[in-house]
């Protein structure tokens, strides 16, 4: 493999293609005009059911960097800063305590911990609340049912028996024959029908989407996640909402921080794929997904479907959450 690939868009969206985008593919009162779920609702019990015949071999893959302080938000951004920080863990006692007997009169001898997180600075959901399309959010919710209590209409906690079945892989960077896309490489349609068809899988109804850019490998080649936060990458073109739509994915996931090519297509708008993905059409999307494993294993024995199992933390109210998406082979 050569270690890179150059694709940068040539298209300049302007905020008219945002506007009949989000009415051509407006998922609206499609479950139900009290849906909070969206596009999850794909995903039938015969899908699960299926998904779990794909195990065959018995190897799991966690698909998610370690909450710790090495993450990607230490690096170094020309984004502006949304307030994510690096997981801090702190202990609450310690073997050290348990030494000295100062907790003796507990009359047990452990030690506990607590993490501060923000709920999307590593491998994680975005959940419907996440991105508003003007004055709206999924189902035509008004922005305003998410406040500083959180979010009253499509908190993450209503996913929780979700995001279960089956799962494939795009490995877009092997199928270009590099070990990653540069910044700004625009994965279109025809390129995710190419790789489909050149691993011999089909994308269908109710499937857990994951695109492998090799981005994330990039950064750890270069020892340093400088950029990967909110700069430029490789990502989803704009034109790909429409192949999802007509795809029924449940859910997609990609090993970037922010799915989208970057920069993006337009100056009109930050993040125009997030506008219509998350509000308008009611897609739940996972960033920061470790892929290289799974890649790795699935070239092997050139078989890109798996059973997928990444439940969010069910925290109510929150519009995102962080997880550890496995992958069972």
């Given amino acids: 493999m050569t270690s890179s690939a150059v694709h940068t868009s040539q298209t300049h969206l302007t905020m008219n293609d945002i506007r009949e985008a ?64 690096n997981p801090v863990h702190t202990m609450l006692r310690t073997g050290t305590d348990a030494y000295s007997g100062v907790l003796d009169k507990r009359g ?14 590593a491998t994680h959901w975005d959940g ?16 305003r049912e998410v406040s500083s209590f959180g979010a009253a209409k499509c908190g993450i906690e209503k996913t929780k028996e979700k995001m279960v079945g089956r799962g494939v892989l795009l ?65 989803l073109a704009f034109e790909t909402l ?5 795809k029924q ?16 297509e337009t100056s009109d708008a930050n993040q125009p794929w997030h506008w219509i993905c998350i509000p308008i059409m009611g897609l739940t999307m996972g960033e920061i997904f470790k892929l290289d494993e799974l890649a790795k294993d699935c070239a092997e024995d050139a078989t890109y479907e798996f059973m997928f199992v990444a439940p969010a933390l069910p925290i109510t109210g929150a519009v995102g959450s962080a997880i550890n998406p496995i992958a069972i082979r």
């Fill in 22 to 85: 989000a009415e051509r593919l407006k998922n609206w009162n499609k479950w139900g005009a009290n849906d909070e779920i969206g596009t999850l609702n794909y995903t039938s019990a015969a899908d699960i059911i299926s998904a779990a015949s794909l195990v065959r071999k018995g190897k799991v893959f966690s698909l998610a960097i370690n909450l710790d302080n090495n993450g990607p938000q230490g690096g170094k951004t020309k984004f502006p800063p949304v307030g994510r920080f």
């Fill in 249 to 264: 994915v449940a859910a997609v996931a990609t090993d970037t921080w922010g799915v989208e090519v970057r920069p993006n």
């Fill in 171 to 235: 490995d877009i960077a092997r199928h270009l024959g590099v070990d990653w896309l540069e910044d700004g490489f625009a994965i279109t349609n025809d390129i995710l029908s190419a790789c489909a068809a050149d691993q011999g899988v089909e994308v269908r109804k109710g499937d857990y989407l994951l695109v492998r850019t090799g981005h994330m490998e990039a950064k750890w080649a270069a020892g340093s996640w400088d950029g990967y936060p909110g700069g430029d990458a490789p990502g």
């Fill in 108 to 121: 047990i001898r452990s030690a506990d911990d607590l993490v501060l997180l923000p709920l999307q600075a």
């Fill in 242 to 246: 429409d192949w999802l739509q007509e």
């Fill in 128 to 143: 419907l609340g996440h991105i508003f399309y003007n004055d709206y959010m999924w189902n035509g919710y008004d922005c």
